[in-house]
């Protein structure tokens, strides 16, 4: 058995036409069914469904023999023991610094005063105020990061944005760009080698189908 482990909503829509281009079509739509595990209609080959910041962690005990994972998501796991052999070139954003409009970012970043960051991205955003040499107390939080400079919370966040349509919903405006993210396949190591015969054939196949 092929265990991949997909997240619900934007990477699975789009690991679809990448799955298909391997042969896979999953028997039912996670998003209406509750069921975890997913059969295909190839019998050798199941989806499970977890958390999208969880993808790395089952690929990496083997649990899941591959993966989709975001860029934002591997890099603040670490990555180790996981084989990332191709960007798929989905689910592409951009992670980067925001505060709200009006707040002198670059006024405060000149001034060295101690800046307070609201992220999910702990390690990213440590690695790059460090980096600038500006001195931040991070806040960690586990989602609506834009919330937090519009109550006082922190001077800025560190969070990925794509349309830009959050940020603007809440009067927030993008002041540093990170790096850009897209997702990527993620294969354990050990099931490279031991399955080697029907995961070769599936990377040769979603990397002929990526980009067209
Ligand atoms: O939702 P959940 O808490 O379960 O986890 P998650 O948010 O990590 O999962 P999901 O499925 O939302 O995102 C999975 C992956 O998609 C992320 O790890 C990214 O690599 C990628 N991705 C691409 C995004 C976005 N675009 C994105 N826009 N992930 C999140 N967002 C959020 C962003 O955090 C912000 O709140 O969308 C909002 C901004 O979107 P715009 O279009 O308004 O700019
Ligand atoms: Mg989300």
Redesign the pocket.
């Known amino acids: 058995m092929i265990t991949i482990a997909l ?5 699975f829509e789009e690991t679809l036409p990448l799955l298909a281009a391997a042969g896979i079509t999953p028997a039912e739509d996670p998003e209406a069914s509750r069921k975890l595990i997913i059969g295909t209609n190839r019998d050798d080959v199941r989806l499970i469904i977890v ?3 969880d993808v790395p962690t089952y690929v990496e005990y083997g649990a899941a023999d591959l993966g989709v994972a ?4 591997l890099i603040e796991h670490g990555g180790a023991g996981i084989y990332q052999p191709l960007d798929l070139e989905i ?3 951009r992670l980067m610094v925001a505060t709200r409009n009006g707040f002198d970012y670059d006024g405060a970043v000149r001034q060295g005063a101690r800046l307070k960051i609201a992220t999910k991205y702990v390690q990213q955003a440590r690695e790059h105020f460090a980096a600038k040499g500006v001195h931040v107390d991070v806040i960690k939080l586990y ?1 609506s990061m ?1 919330l937090a400079p519009l109550v006082g919370l922190a001077d800025a966040i560190v ?9 603007k919903a809440n009067d927030l405006v993008a002041v540093e760009h990170i790096r850009d ?1 897209s ?1 990527r396949l993620v294969v354990n190591q050990a099931a490279l080698k031991l399955k080697e015969d029907r995961i070769q054939p599936m990377l040769e196949a979603f990397a002929g189908a990526i980009g067209q």
């Open positions: 997240s619900k909503g934007r990477i958390r999208a910041s975001g860029r934002d998501v689910a592409k954003c989602g834009e969070d990925l944005v794509s349309t830009g349509g959050t940020l993210i997702s």
